[in-house]
């Protein structure tokens, strides 16, 4: 069973950047797509970003322009590089993978 565990969450002033991590515990060359999604207090996980095996992108309309997804087979790793943040941006932003498997999620906020 895939697991999946995020990291590189934390507090960040409006403006700044942040990269968010996801250690995927089974080969990465396996998994046809993986995706960022994120979740405030009382909404829907929405989604963010996701990207193919080949590397294919597609972006949410949420952060379109501000982040970049990419992925690392060899280091069975996914990214998200997230910049010019807002306190809008201050979520649990979680992992996903097909089958409907999530990380436990990393709290980003984003405030002065």
């Known amino acids: 069973q895939v697991q999946l565990v995020e990291s590189g969450g934390g507090l960040v002033q409006p403006g700044g950047s942040l990269r968010l991590s996801c250690a995927v515990s089974?080969?990465?060359?396996?998994?046809?797509?993986m995706g960022w999604y994120r979740q405030t207090p009382g909404t829907e996980r929405r989604l963010v970003a996701t990207?193919?095996?080949?590397?294919?992108?597609y972006y949410g309309n949420s952060m379109k322009g501000r982040v970049v997804i990419s992925r690392d087979n060899a280091k069975n790793t996914v990214y998200l590089q997230m910049n010019s943040l807002k306190p809008e941006d201050t979520a649990v932003y979680y992992c996903?993978?097909?089958?409907?498997?999530w990380g436990q999620g990393t709290q980003v906020t984003v405030s002065s």
């Open positions: 089974t080969s990465l060359f396996s998994i046809d797509v």
């Open positions: 996903y993978a097909p089958e409907g498997r």
């Open positions: 990207i193919t095996s080949g590397g294919r992108t």
